[in-house]
């Protein structure tokens, strides 16, 4: 049998395949980043998105992270609604009484 009678998941599920290397959410933050879209997965813990983007001091390099922070879904959301990617932006976080908490500035 050969390979060329299957078909590759990458076809089945183009949408769940997003491209770039992964990298954690601390290793970005505070950095300028070109965020290019997303999608979301649901895991262990709920819902949580992959983010890919270019970090813009790393000759454009593209990357992957994931977060499931509330605040974070919502915007990624809210721009996919208004059909707003790429937009440039920073990953931060936010440290309180409460916990910390991962937004875009």
Request: without cysteine; glycine residues 6%.
């Amino acid at each position: 049998m050969e390979h060329k009678e299957f078909r590759k998941f990458k076809d089945l599920f183009p949408n769940e395949i997003i491209e770039g290397k992964q990298v954690s959410i601390e290793s970005v933050l505070d950095k300028d980043l070109l965020i290019k879209g997303f999608v979301l997965r649901e895991g262990d813990y709920g819902e949580y998105a992959v983010i890919q983007f270019e970090d813009l001091g790393e000759e454009a390099k593209l990357r992957t992270t994931q977060t499931g922070a509330k605040i974070i879904l919502r915007y990624l959301k809210k721009i996919k609604e208004l059909n707003k990617f790429p937009f440039l932006a920073q990953i931060i976080r936010e440290d309180t009484e409460k916990g910390q908490y991962y937004l875009f500035k």
